[in-house]
């Protein structure tokens, strides 16, 4: 916002240099970015946070001036003499879109003479950023910097049947704006139309067919306050962005529009002469009711550190213009022009920044403290990441918004999205890390692999939202670089890269492996996919990235990924381990070869082999798997080194004789499997 210092000057009395002035205002929140020379006069660049959009107006931050300085402030007072047309005679307003507009004032002025505005205005239009047009539309302009109020003057004659109706745009209508552009509208904009067309984008940018020009004898001066979700929403589909909505998107108070009405009147009768019609055209279904907080002067004095009589704070306060009633605590009324007071600490802050914060004193916390200490998601988060990179894994963060994708389904919908990129929720962590590998690898990395552990939203049909954390990873080319004995292709991650980090995860968490069933997942491969359990319960998805999923992420080769649900891979986190003692007693290896028909998965041979081995069983692993001759068609080979060990006694050859054909009963009677000789 730009401020001309002189014109702040004819609100409140300011005795210090724009110098001090500026560190004064920065000091108590409104921070003055530059001291500008505009005009040959000083103009602050004041940086106005969202939620003080009061401060988008020279009043206002006269205003915030006058209660920091503690002197008088004098907002101008319109008096005009009215002529006896009344404006309710000559036009007519209907709101049929209320949500948006929920008031809409407008005023005739008769029989003005349009020309350029008088010298001193257009010096102040020029400090505050806009340039000077004619003195009608100078006059709105001039208000809009003063007030913070955006109007519009419309040509009156233009108006068909002198009828202004605020609605919702209809599909595939079109308006030109004053600046020459046509401009295709949707249902979703709200505009200004006459009985025949729309002649402006509501809190935007008005028409070009009835703008004020050299033949307008008539205007009608329009003062409205919209929906800033509307209005923000308009301005940033149609890529347009102006005083006007910079100022609605953040909140106009809804009190000003005839007050702002009068001042731009009497400034058009003064600039351009004409008749003033009596009377405004209000309409208002809308209510914009006043709130009181309650304030604690001893929770003030707690919070700020610092002891203020209860007196001085209502004095604080009603400086900004709060109506205080005192009693036990302090009852403040707020006056729409802050919305940003909703509660007590609010107050409390208004009470520090009057105060001033280099006012309250330095002094060291008091009282007893507790070790502070991570959450246990936190930590088990920790644990997650030391492991994936321990596998040689980059941790990643990536958007919590994202596009819809084709093979997620039902997407959680943002209602006021941004753009359609970042319109969702996303469902999956995967989609997020085929998108940096994508980025990667269009950029010439061949060798990517990266983890995230985050959250992701799943929507039900019964409208509500399932929010849980989640652990994914995504590989592609090699882990390990490239070395003169190492041949790349050897090292390039398949899906068993992918399941053996998972595998390592459970090992090191939970302490147990998980099982793994193949299953159609969409986004995988339909045959290099599969389900991962434990204890029965489904933990999370394996497998090679589809050609579609590939395509669409532009990804290089093959790629394989995996998620894991948080919280119940967390569930079964296994407790501190006690300390078990190395067996003094030797191991005893054997293999075991098992020929099983190829649609028996190796999770249910492994799951009988341990079943059969009893506890005796140390360690089992699958070293090889043969197919063809002389194994019968459809049949494979699955060979097994199993090792068992005895924690207090030598194991003798006719124990691990009869746990070995215990296996071997059990494996033919469940799966067929017979034996070869290793």
């Known amino acids: 916002m730009l401020v001309p210092v002189e014109w702040l000057r004819e609100f409140v009395d300011v005795d210090l240099a724009p110098e001090a002035l500026a560190n004064l205002l920065t000091m108590a929140g409104l921070e003055v970015d530059e001291i500008a020379v505009l005009e040959n006069e000083p103009v602050f660049s004041t940086y106005v946070t969202p939620n003080r959009p009061d ?36 036009a007519k307003i209907t709101i049929e879109s209320p949500v948006n507009c929920p008031r809409y004032s407008a005023r005739v002025i008769t029989n003005v003479k349009v020309g350029p505005s008088p010298s001193w205005i257009q010096k102040r239009l020029i400090q505050g950023g806009l340039r000077p047009i004619n003195n009608i539309v100078d006059a709105t302009n001039y208000v809009l910097l003063e007030l913070g109020q955006p109007l519009h003057a419309f040509d009156y004659d233009l108006i068909a049947n002198h009828h202004i109706i605020v609605r919702q745009a209809r599909a595939g209508e079109k308006i030109t704006t004053i600046d020459g552009e046509e401009r295709l ?36 001066l329009e003062s409205a306050h919209f929906n800033p979700v509307s209005i923000r929403r308009t301005s940033k589909k149609l890529g347009m962005n102006t005083e006007a909505s910079y100022r609605f998107e953040r909140y106009v108070d809804p009190a000003l529009t005839t007050y702002a009405l009068d001042r731009v009147a009497q400034l058009t009768a003064e600039w351009a002469g004409g008749e003033i019609c009596a009377g405004i055209i209000d309409v208002c279904p809308g209510k914009f009711a006043t709130h009181t907080i309650e304030l604690r002067p001893e929770r003030a004095n707690l919070l700020l550190g610092v002891e203020i009589p209860s007196d001085q704070m209502a004095d604080y306060l009603s400086r900004l213009g709060l109506e205080v009633k005192h009693g036990k605590t302090l009852t403040v009324t707020i006056p729409t022009f802050r919305p940003d007071l909703r509660r007590e600490a609010d107050l409390i802050e208004e009470v520090g920044r009057l105060h001033g914060y280099d006012a309250i004193p330095e002094k060291l916390p008091e009282g007893e403290t507790i070790q502070g200490s991570d959450s246990p998601q936190g930590a088990f988060a920790s644990q997650v990441s030391e492991i994936l990179i321990s596998c040689g894994l980059q941790e990643v963060l990536t958007h919590t918004l994202s596009a819809q994708l084709p093979h997620e389904g039902d997407m959680v919908t943002l209602k006021n999205f941004i753009s359609e990129d970042l319109s969702r929720l996303r469902k999956h ?24 552990i985050g959250r992701v939203f799943e929507p039900h049909d019964d409208d509500t939202i399932t929010e849980r954390l989640s652990i994914a990873a995504s590989i592609t080319g090699s882990l390990w670089e490239n070395t003169w004995n190492i041949d790349r292709d050897s090292s390039i991650a398949d899906f068993f890269t992918a399941k053996g980090m998972v595998e390592t995860l459970f090992d090191r968490l939970v302490g147990r492996e998980p099982s793994f069933k193949q299953a159609e997942i969409a986004g995988f491969h ?8 434990i204890d029965d319960a489904k933990v999370g998805i394996i ?101 068992f060990r005895s924690a207090d006694r030598t194991l003798r050859d006719e124990e691990i004789d009869g746990r070995i054909t215990r296996m071997k009963e059990l494996l033919a009677r469940e799966v067929a499997a017979s034996f070869r000789e290793t």
């Open 55 to 90: 401060l988008l107006s020279v009043v206002g931050t006269a205003r915030e001036v006058s209660a920091l300085l503690n002197t008088e402030f004098r907002p101008p007072s319109p008096k005009f003499l009215e002529g006896k047309s009344r404006t309710a005679d000559l």
């Open 185 to 220: 509208l949707d249902e979703a904009m709200l505009v200004i139309a006459d009985a025949e067309r729309p002649v402006a984008i509501a809190g935007v940018m008005g028409g070009l067919e009835t703008e004020v020009s050299a033949k307008t004898k008539n205007v009608l």
């Open 429 to 452: 962590l995967i989609p997020n890390l085929l998108s940096v590998i994508g980025y990667n690898a269009s950029r010439g990395i061949r060798d990517i692999g990266v983890f995230e």
């Open 526 to 533: 339909p045959k290099r996919a599969a389900e991962i359990y």
């Open 543 to 643: 497998g090679e990235v589809s050609a579609e999923i590939s395509e669409h992420f532009d990804l290089p080769d093959r790629t394989y990924a995996f998620e894991l649900d948080f919280d119940e891979l967390m569930s079964r986190q296994r407790g501190a381990e006690a300390y078990k003692p190395l067996s003094k007693f030797p191991a005893v290896t054997r293999d075991l070869a098992v020929v099983v028909s190829e649609e028996i998965e190796y999770q249910r041979v492994k799951e009988l082999l341990v079943e059969g081995a009893g506890d005796l069983l140390e360690r089992l692993w699958l070293f090889d798997v043969y197919k063809g001759p002389p194994l019968a068609p459809g049949h494979k080979n699955l060979a097994f080194r199993i090792v």
